[in-house]
C-alpha cells in the first residue's frame, strides 16, 4: 500500500511568488492535515480537508489556502511568499474523525524562499 | 501561547539505558496524547498513544505514563537503542477539531 506522498520534494522560490505544494493521501483517506515545520517551531497546523471541505485552519494568514480534490488528494497554496515562509510542509493523511490516532504522514515539501 | 511543551530541546542518553522525555500541556480538556518519531528527512511516524482515562500505556520497549494533576506526559525508552536516536514529538488532541497541536520536539541521541 502506497503511504502518503508529497510533491515537490523541494522547492526553491523568491519573495513574493507564489507556492503550489501537492499531497496524495492513503487510498481510502478522506481527511488531509497540512502543517508547517518551520525551524525551532515544531509543527504548526495549517488546514484540515475532508470530504472536499475545509474543515479547520490554524493561526495562518489567508495568504495560505488550499483545496481537496474528489480523489482526496490536496494542494497547499502559499501566496506573496516571505522568507519566514521557509519550512518544511507536512501533509497527512486519515480516516474522518479519526483524532489523530490515524495520523500517517508524508515525507514533506522543503520550501526555501529567496 | 504553546500548549504543548517539550522544555528539552535535546537528549543524549548511552545505549541500554533509559531514555525519558517529558512533555507538559496547559489544556485539562485534552483526552488524547501521542508520541510521534521523526528521523531527518522522513515524515513523522505514530509511536505510543495515552488516553486520559489512563495513566500508563505500554508497548514493547515504549511507556507512555499521564499525570493529569500536573498535566505532564512522559516517554520512557528502555533500554535505549543507537536506532531510537530520531526527534521526538509530544502531541495533543483536542477533541473535534481535527488537527494535532505538537510540541517542539526533543532531538534523542543514543551513543554506542
Known amino acids: 500500500e502506497a503511504g502518503v506522498t508529497q510533491s515537490p520534494t523541494h522547492l526553491i522560490k523568491t519573495r513574493g511568488q507564489q507556492a503550489t505544494l501537492r499531497c496524495s493521501p492513503i487510498?481510502?483517506?478522506?481527511?488531509v492535515y497540512w502543517y508547517q515545520q518551520a525551524l525551532g517551531l515544531g509543527l504548526q497546523f495549517l488546514l484540515w480537508?475532508?470530504?472536499?471541505?475545509?474543515?479547520n485552519r490554524g493561526n495562518f494568514p489567508p495568504r495560505f489556502s488550499g483545496r481537496q480534490f474528489p480523489n482526496y488528494s490536496s494542494e497547499l497554496n502559499v501566496n506573496a511568499l516571505e522568507l519566514e515562509d521557509s519550512a518544511l510542509y507536512l501533509c497527512?493523511?486519515?480516516?474522518?474523525?479519526?483524532?489523530?490516532?490515524?495520523?500517517?504522514f508524508g515525507s514533506g515539501t522543503r520550501l526555501t524562499v529567496v | 501561547d504553546q500548549q504543548v511543551k517539550q522544555n528539552s530541546p535535546s537528549l543524549s542518553v548511552q545505549e541500554g539505558r533509559i531514555s525519558i522525555l517529558n512533555c507538559d500541556y496547559t489544556?485539562?480538556?485534552?483526552?488524547?496524547f501521542l508520541w510521534y518519531k521523526k528521523y531527518p528527512a522522513e515524515g513523522p511516524t505514530f509511536l505510543i498513544s495515552?488516553?486520559?482515562?489512563?495513566d500508563k500505556n505500554e508497548d514493547g520497549r515504549f511507556t507512555v505514563f499521564l499525570n493529569k494533576s500536573a498535566k505532564h506526559l512522559s516517554l520512557h525508552i528502555v533500554p535505549s537503542q543507537p536506532g531510537d536516536s530520531a526527534v521526538y514529538f509530544c502531541?495533543?488532541?483536542?477533541?473535534?477539531?481535527?488537527?494535532?497541536?505538537f510540541g517542539k520536539g526533543t532531538k534523542l541521541s543514543v551513543k554506542p
Open positions: 502531541a495533543a488532541n483536542p477533541g473535534s477539531q481535527g488537527n494535532l497541536i
Open positions: 487510498s481510502g483517506h478522506t481527511s
Open positions: 489544556n485539562s480538556m485534552f483526552d488524547y
Open positions: 497527512a493523511s486519515s480516516f474522518r474523525d479519526a483524532g489523530g490516532y490515524g495520523y500517517t
Open positions: 495515552i488516553s486520559s482515562i489512563k
Open positions: 480537508y475532508d470530504e472536499g471541505e475545509e474543515r
